[in-house]
């Protein structure tokens, strides 16, 4: 079994302040990891993913997160945050060998608040 | 492609009501999930499916039912709401064995009282 734990439930931070949001996993097998955010009012959307090979991963908008086998942990981090990335944001797991059914196990999730 | 649809998206309902969340898929996906989202929370695996006539519980089933009829559609019930089930509920689906994004649709915001 898989735990995700996100210890900070809001990050306040000013428009380009860079950011970093933890997330520490708990697993006794090999496992995918995934961050997601969620927009007001509206559903998840896949953010990055690490699966295998290069440990740093990036999104598309200026995000990034490195998986560290040995501290357990997937932080997201961005050097320049905007207001548009205001959002709730969710690490997950999911065992590679997770049988068929690919579920994931979510954190609590972080508010990144961006003020101005 | 409309992606994966909610409806309602809002809906306030009385103890003791039931009521059927729907959730539509159009990218042919197999798996199906609905998740509950609580405050502080995260999310929670309701119910799962991975085909058409295939059901399974996650996390917390109870107080709902789940049936899959076809590939498309995964409607979640409730037969006796209760104010605990004020949440919410997200239903996400994914292609399946090899896939690992999960697609998510908008959400119901579900009230008992």
């Known amino acids: 079994a898989q735990s995700v734990t996100q210890l900070d439930s809001q990050v306040p931070v000013f428009e380009e302040a860079p950011v970093e949001l933890r997330c520490n996993y708990s697993?006794?097998?090999?496992?995918?990891l995934f961050w997601y955010v969620q927009y007001p009012n509206q559903g998840l959307q896949l953010l990055l993913k690490y699966l295998s090979g290069s440990t740093l991963v990036e999104s598309i908008n200026g995000f990034e997160a490195e998986f560290n086998k040995s501290q357990t942990s997937f932080h997201l981090r961005k050097p320049s945050v905007h207001i548009s990335d205001t959002a709730e944001y969710f690490c997950a797991v999911r065992g590679v060998y997770g049988g068929a059914t690919n579920k994931l196990i979510f954190g609590t999730g972080t508010l990144l608040a961006v003020q101005p | 492609n409309a992606g994966v649809t909610q409806t309602p998206k809002f809906r306030i309902l009385k103890i003791g009501q039931s009521m059927t969340l729907q959730c539509t898929q159009d990218?042919?996906?197999?798996?199906m999930y609905w998740y509950r989202q609580d405050p502080g929370m995260g999310l929670k695996l309701i119910y799962y499916?991975?085909?058409?006539?295939?059901?399974d519980k996650g996390e917390v089933p109870n107080g709902y039912n789940v049936s899959r009829s076809t590939t498309e559609d995964f409607p979640l019930r409730l037969e006796l709401a209760a104010p605990s089930q004020t949440s919410v509920y997200f239903c996400a689906s994914n292609s399946g064995q090899g896939a690992y994004e999960q697609y998510f649709g908008p959400g119901t915001r579900l009230t008992v009282t």
């Open positions: 990218m042919n996906h197999n798996y």
């Open positions: 697993s006794s097998v090999s496992v995918y």
């Open positions: 499916s991975v085909g058409a006539g295939i059901t």
